[in-house]
């Protein structure tokens, strides 16, 4: 289920990149806009609200959005996977992806930017991992001074310190009015961590715990 996730959001950014001029108004049509899903929720059209928010989990701004998202789902989802199985790994990704969505658009309402990629959804699998494997090592780069160190870290330490870095940027940008400053949906990223961390022990019941490798 990763390699087809992964094999779906390439494919979505392929047709992106076909698409020339006429991309921009896609984003438009097939993203979450905040203010549009605000609308659309509050006169009870949630089909139409669904449809954004799943279409919107599978599109990407650019090439280094892209790169950088399926890497660490390939990273981290396999583990997740091998714990859940198929299908509920399948709704952890967009049950936690749309958690990601609401949170961004609870934080920024009024907001007309279109807002897309997979970053909610795989943000709730590297909560999920947190939770699951937190002493499993993870080959980490890190910066020191001009020089890069690698050290292999416990997933506790290492995606620890991601979501505190999400959760002080999301705070430093509802502070300054911009809950997407830098085009970095921050809240998305903590709503979706959470509902990953939280959902994770709900839906292992039942499954055989698997070490990570």
């Known amino acids: 289920m990763t390699l087809a996730l992964v094999a779906l959001n390439v494919a979505a950014f392929a047709y992106e990149l ?9 984003i438009v049509a097939h993203g979450v806009v905040p203010a549009r899903l605000v609308e659309l929720l509050g006169r009870g059209a949630w089909l139409a609200a ?25 990273i981290f989802g396999d583990n997740v996977e091998d714990r859940l199985g198929r299908v509920r790994y399948l ?20 907001s007309t ?49 991601w979501f505190v870095l999400q959760f ?18 921050w809240w998305a990223h903590i709503g979706g961590f959470a509902a990953g961390a939280l959902l994770m022990p709900i839906l292992s019941i039942g499954r055989r715990r698997r070490a990570a490798g």
């Open 113 to 161: 930017i279109p807002t897309v990629g997979a970053s909610g959804a795989i943000a709730g699998v590297l909560g999920a991992y947190f939770v699951t494997y937190p002493r499993a090592r993870v080959t980490t780069l890190i910066p020191v001074f001009v020089f890069i160190h690698i050290a292999e870290l416990p997933a506790w330490v290492v995606l620890g310190m």
């Open 50 to 74: 669904a449809r954004s928010i799943v279409t919107s989990m599978f599109l990407h701004g650019g090439w280094l959005h892209l790169i950088f998202n399926m890497w660490f789902l390939w």
């Open 168 to 185: 002080l940027s999301g705070a430093l940008s509802l502070a300054t009015t911009q809950a997407s400053a830098g085009g970095v949906a």
């Open 91 to 110: 709704l952890l990704y967009l049950v936690t992806g749309a958690a990601a969505t609401l949170a961004h658009v609870l934080s920024n309402s009024a």
């Open 18 to 26: 076909s698409l020339g001029p006429a991309l921009e108004r896609f």
